[in-house]
């Protein structure tokens, strides 16, 4: 009897040891050969009128790889896993139906994943082997992609309050029973749809679908790293090794980082791609990030005859390389260069100068790294008249010709009240008079084509008369 009991408690420690065991290198994945920095199809059975989409989930010990599967009209989900025991894995399981986008917390105890109404939120609890009923979770959002990282914190995309575009990678703030989304902003989001992410277990890395210009097809994946600040560097295209000419989307990186899982194109055939990710995402870190503009310049004012001066703000540019690298240039967005009033410092960011017309400037300004590379973005400069002044407070000194001396182009103002009407009459030396008009505020008038030499302009307004000599050249 004793050794009878002895054999059961062998039997029953080796049962213990056996099942703990890891799986065997060449057994990862399925047993497929894993692919270098060249993407491949990861191979995943689906039933007849079904393929395999989305994102997947391994296990933490990697026994276990759930995926969906969908008809080609994307009507009809199912989830489906392979187990790995007694050396081999076995054939595919149906799990859940009418559910699809899920993911496994880290410590592979949950199951997320949303219906097929883009609105709710549900999660699965396993017990033991087996998973329970889907229950619903987050009920009051819009949630697609959902992420658990081993902090704990939530990322998922949705619409948030002040959402950039069709949906956005927002953070879940759980404060006692309140809970709130906050959308990540830029410049992980954008005007484009943000739907489909993945956060690794650490949050040191995201990678996450969107189209966006210079990408390579429909959406891309791109790759975005957590700063010390808790904000995201501006993202990066994860390239031709991985995205191609149609959609690239349901990003999953297994736990070391070693292999990122996607699919790639968005109706039948869509596969299922996985390619070796570790040394792309760790190089990607220290290659050069493109400047982008974080908070657009608001527009300004500026009054004729007083000096304007303007600065842009620090936060309006953002370079993850540092914004000590930046440098600025600054020029009208027709392209024209900034009126001769108007000076700008490239290295301060600064606008100074004394506007002597009324006038609206669109400018534009561009941030320039140490790359070369380059963000812009516009804003208005509004010349108006000083609200104070009245009209019968008019100054006979308000009368100016600028450029003076010309090689062609004069202006002449009447100063800063709005709605006056003066006339001129330009003379040469000899008295001859070359030019009359009637004009409102301001005038300018081409000389160009007339002798160079000494000019005098006779301004009339009302009883006053004001005379001024300018020099063409």
């Not at 056996?18 to 059975?45: C, E, M, W």
């Not at 001066?309 to 936060?315: K, V």
């Not at 010309?406 to 006056?420: R, V, Y």
């Amino acid at each position: 009897m004793k050794n009878l009991a002895l054999t059961s408690t062998l039997l029953f420690l080796f049962g213990i040891i056996a099942t703990s065991q890891p799986i065997p290198q060449d057994s990862l994945y399925l047993g497929q050969i894993p692919p270098g920095n060249v993407r491949k199809i990861f191979n995943l059975a689906a039933d007849p009128g079904y393929y395999a989409v989305e994102k997947i989930a391994i296990s933490p010990d990697g026994k276990e790889i759930y995926y969906e599967e969908t008809n080609s009209s994307w009507t009809t989900y199912k989830f489906k896993y392979y187990r790995y025991s007694n050396n081999n894995w076995n054939a595919p399981v149906n799990l859940f139906t009418g559910f699809y986008c899920l993911s496994m917390s880290p410590d592979g105890n949950h199951l997320y994943f949303e219906n097929n109404n883009y609105k709710d939120s549900w999660v699965s609890e396993k017990q033991g082997t087996t998973w329970n009923p889907p229950v619903r979770f987050l009920i009051p959002f819009s949630v697609h992609s959902l992420d658990v990282t081993n902090a704990g914190n939530y990322y998922l995309s949705s619409f948030p309050a002040g959402c950039l575009g069709q949906r956005d990678i927002c953070k879940l703030i759980i404060e006692n029973s309140d809970t709130t989304l906050v959308g990540l902003g830029l410049p992980v989001n954008s005007s484009a749809n943000e739907g489909d992410f993945f956060i690794s277990n650490d949050e040191s890395f995201m990678i996450f679908m969107s189209n966006r210009s210079g990408g390579l097809g429909m959406t891309d994946l791109y790759i975005s790293y957590k700063k010390s600040n808790d904000t995201w560097t501006n993202p990066k295209n994860l390239g031709t090794s991985v995205n191609t000419s149609t959609d690239d989307f349901g990003p999953y990186v297994t736990a070391d980082n070693k292999y990122l899982f996607y699919e790639s194109g968005y109706s039948s055939p869509s596969s299922i791609c996985w390619v070796r990710a570790d040394q792309l995402i760790d190089s990607l870190r220290y290659t050069n990030f493109v400047p982008y503009v974080k908070n657009p310049i608001p527009d300004q004012t500026a009054v004729i005859w007083q000096p304007f001066n303007f600065t842009i703000p620090d936060s309006t540019f953002i370079d993850d390389d540092g914004n000590g690298t930046l440098t600025y240039t600054a020029k009208l967005t027709n392209g024209n260069p900034l009126p001769a009033w108007l000076t700008f410092n490239t290295l301060a960011g600064t606008f100074t100068g004394t506007p002597m017309v009324i006038e609206t400037l669109n400018v534009r300004v561009t941030a320039t790294d140490t790359a070369g590379e380059t963000a812009s973005t516009n804003f208005k400069i509004t010349v108006n008249y000083p609200v104070s002044i009245d009209p019968i407070n008019w100054q006979p000194e308000w009368v100016r010709i600028f450029s003076n001396p010309t090689s062609g182009l004069i202006n002449i103002s009447l100063g800063p009240l709005p709605g006056i009407t003066a006339k001129v009459e330009i003379s040469n030396l000899e008295g001859e008079v070359i030019l009359k008009t009637t004009f409102s505020n301001s005038t300018g008038l081409d000389f160009s084509n007339k002798p160079k030499g000494i000019y005098f302009a006779k301004v009339s307004l009302d009883d006053r008369i004001i005379i001024r000599k300018f020099c063409v050249e």
